[in-house]
């Protein structure tokens, strides 16, 4: 259509140099190593302290999602004073603090507080700078984590490709051949199982129908 009157001349602005705009994320197999390798050194530089704080349980909010449990931001004021645990000791030793959270009920309550009971009931510390204090582990259980004598198992880095006896220790990766055996066909038998299930009903009034008929031609 030709432009007619005293208009704008078309001027579309088609070259915008895209190339350096475009970000391109060819390094994430390498960034994925990486932060493995991150995560490894973590584990084997804070051990055998554990990585992760320990968090209570709680259940999700409305009516939709109440009946979900997950981990929540940290344990009540409460919980620790039921578990004997000072609130300013407790974040030393690995767990998680919320003053914030109230509890609702008597069973979270419970729950929480078990879990802190058996936490510490196999918690390990260590004295500090050599001078035992109130509170620290006996000295049986720490010659035991020392010698590795059944609570904490002596460990090694593993990467692919490199000499596994020139690594500082970590954790022994599970091989493919350590793993369990499960049953053969597993998927094929659920699948089966699934659909016997589903069309049970069906199939009971094809066999009426088909016994029906039967009885009828008999007479």
């Given amino acids: 259509m030709a432009i007619k009157h005293n208009q704008q001349i078309p001027n579309n602005h088609f070259r915008k140099d895209w190339q350096r705009r ?3 994320h060819f ?5 994925k190593l990486r932060r493995r390798r991150a995560r490894l050194a973590k584990v084997a530089k804070v051990a055998p302290r554990p990585v992760d704080k320990l968090r209570p349980v709680v259940r ?4 939709k999602y109440n009946r979900r449990v997950r981990a929540g931001r940290g344990f009540t004021l409460e919980e620790l004073k039921e578990a ?4 300013k000791f407790a974040p030393t ?6 003053h914030r959270r109230r509890n609702l009920s008597v069973e979270s309550l419970t729950v929480n507080v078990d879990r802190l009971k058996s936490y510490k009931a196999r ?8 001078k035992r204090r109130s509170g620290d582990s006996s000295a049986e259980d720490l010659k035991a984590v020392q010698t590795g004598g059944g609570l904490v198992r002596k460990t090694r880095h593993v990467f692919r490709g490199e000499n596994p006896t020139t690594k500082s220790a970590a954790f022994d990766e599970v091989k493919r051949s350590e793993l369990g055996t499960g049953d053969e066909n597993a998927y094929k038998r659920l699948r089966t199982a699934r659909s016997d299930a589903r069309l049970v009903g069906v199939r009971d009034k094809r066999a009426k129908a088909k016994a029906d008929e039967a009885a009828a031609t008999k007479k």
């Fill in 27 to 31: 390094d994430q197999p390498g960034r």
């Fill in 93 to 98: 030793i690995g767990i998680a603090v919320d």
């Fill in 84 to 87: 004997g645990i000072p609130k």
């Fill in 60 to 63: 999700c909010p409305t009516l």
């Fill in 22 to 24: 475009v970000r391109c």
């Fill in 123 to 130: 918690l390990i510390i260590f004295p500090q700078h050599g």
